[in-house]
C-alpha cells in the first residue's frame, strides 16, 4: 500500500533531528594535562583517581 501524500521535508528532517552525533566529552587529566574521557584512566600516564593509577606499557 502506497502512501497518500508525500512527506514533506521539515516533518522528516524533525524526526531526524535526534539523530545527530554528539560531542565527546574530553577534558584534562589533573596529573598531565593530556586530554582523557571522564571515568578512564589516561592514556599518557595511567591516572584514574588519587590513590589509583594504572600502570601503561609504551609500545614501540
Known sequence: MQPSQKTG?????????????KPVNFFDCPKCNHPKLPHAACDNCGYV???????IEKQE
Open 9 to 21: 521535508h521539515a516533518r522528516s528532517r524533525c524526526r531526524r533531528s535526534h539523530q545527530a552525533l
Open 49 to 55: 583517581r588519587p590513590g589509583l593509577s594504572l600502570s
